[in-house]
């Protein structure tokens, strides 16, 4: 089994900046890909950003040029560093960790106001 604990949402203007955390413990599968997913209003689960151990890296067109994510494997944390932020960023934050298995936080909400 694995867990995956997130931090770092809240609310924040648009032009701004929030970075994302997530640390995952318990039986951990390599390799593996670490990724952030999100839940806008209206809208299903869509791909952010994913990373592989590797360090490589996939994003959403939409956020391309404005979000970084990062990890560090010694200690099984995945960063999102989230530029620039749009309205349209709105949403709930899901952290995921496929190997083996795919594995879900509990989310974390994100709010860009404008």
């Known amino acids: 089994q694995v867990q995956l604990v997130e931090s770092g949402g809240g609310l924040v203007q648009a032009g701004g900046s929030l970075t994302l955390s997530c640390a995952a413990s318990?039986?951990?599968?390599?390799?593996?890909?670490m990724g952030w997913y999100r839940r806008s209003p209206g809208k299903q689960r869509e791909l952010v950003a994913q990373?592989?151990?590797?360090?490589?890296?996939n994003y959403a067109d939409s956020v391309k040029g404005r979000f970084s994510i990062s990890r560090v494997n010694a200690k099984n944390t995945v960063h999102l560093v989230m530029n620039s932020l749009k309205p349209d960023d709105t949403g709930v934050y899901y952290c995921?960790?496929?190997?083996?298995?795919?594995?879900w936080g509990q989310g974390t909400q994100v709010t860009v106001s404008s």
């Open positions: 995921n960790l496929v190997g083996g298995c795919a594995y």
């Open positions: 318990g039986s951990i599968f390599t390799p593996n890909i």
């Open positions: 990373i592989t151990r590797g360090g490589n890296t």
